[in-house]
């Protein structure tokens, strides 16, 4: 049967206070055990040792020569790990800046709120906040970390999936009672559709009717390359639109806007992800930042690497 292994740092600590304190009393009060397990882990440090460390009277207590050499390496080792550990932890406790890319409505309305508790969870990081809807430059060292909607392009960059979101075709009741409400797609044609800006594949909004879908072109008098715009145009009753769901939650549940079309809604996803340079050299202030925003808005797998 193996005897137990002596714990040396614990020894050590203990002998050092008792030589510090002056006495095994002071020590113990000091290290908050009973002055008899004291003098039990002097009595086997000095067995083991095979050699007097203390001379001891009722009254005081005083280091033996080779009690006063084992005091000084004592000392010498514990402040050389307590200063390891520190720059371990240093090391190991994330810190710096971020420079996080996001588009302007989704920033707003789904990352701005969840900054706060991040940053007290990591208050050696500091972030930049760049709220554009045009892309920023990661490989080019523009940004850390880009939040993307939509199909990424082939990139040697990594991606992690945060969530996704639906598309809705909305308006104001005002704007209904006036005009009217569309019953199927083609209606759309006789209403100001707001729609966005940009150049895509297929313009036009999509549709599934007889268990086909297909894509409805849309025309209106005012465009906007974003969607928080386009919710605030469709406020002001001037026409419909069509955006992504977290623009309009809050406009929905309080009947400021009207979901229309449902029937024909093709409830197409689009995925959201936060895209950064990956990689065993990635930055500890990158992960935690990806680890905490998958953790707040999704569940997802692991890091995947873009094709290319």
């Known amino acids: 049967m193996k005897s137990e292994r002596p714990d040396k740092t614990a020894e050590m600590e203990t002998f050092v206070t008792v030589a510090c304190a002056g006495s095994l009393s002071a020590a113990a009060r000091e290290l908050t055990l009973t002055p008899s397990a004291v003098s039990r882990i002097i009595t086997r440090l000095e067995k083991r040792l095979g050699v007097r460390l203390l001379v001891r009277s009722t009254r005081q207590l005083h280091l033996t020569h080779e009690g006063e050499a084992y005091a000084l390496a004592a000392r010498r080792i514990l402040e050389d790990m307590q200063q390891t550990e520190l720059g371990l932890a240093n090391r190991a406790r994330p810190s710096g800046l971020i420079k996080v890319s996001t588009a302007t409505a989704h920033s707003r309305l789904t990352i701005v709120p969840l900054y706060k508790e991040f940053l ?13 809807d045009q892309i920023s430059d990661v490989l080019g060292g523009q940004v850390d970390v880009a939040i993307r909607f939509g199909k990424l392009p082939d990139s040697t960059l990594t991606a992690r999936r945060l969530g996704d979101t639906g598309r ?22 006789r209403h100001n559709c707001l729609d966005f800006s940009f150049r895509r594949l297929l313009p036009g909004w999509p549709f599934i009717q007889h268990g086909e879908e297909f894509i409805l072109p849309v025309n209106g008098n005012m465009t906007a390359n974003n969607g928080e715009t386009l919710v605030e145009l469709a406020m002001q009753d001037i026409g419909i639109t069509r955006v992504g769901n977290f623009h309009i939650d809050q406009a929905l549940a ?18 959201i992800h936060a895209v950064f340079i990956g990689g065993q050299h990635m930055p500890a ?24």
Do not use: C, H, W
């Open 285 to 308: 202030r990158v992960r935690v930042f990806v680890d905490y925003l998958v953790e707040k808005m999704s569940q997802t797998p692991p890091d995947m690497t873009l094709p290319g």
């Open 254 to 271: 309080s009947g400021q806007l009207v979901p229309l079309l449902e029937e024909y809604n093709p409830q197409d996803r689009e995925e």
């Open 120 to 132: 007290e969870r990591y208050p050696d990081i500091q972030i930049e906040v760049e709220v554009s």
């Open 168 to 189: 809705t075709v909305v308006a104001t009741p005002a704007y209904l009672a006036r005009y009217g409400t569309p019953q199927t797609p083609a209606d759309l044609g």
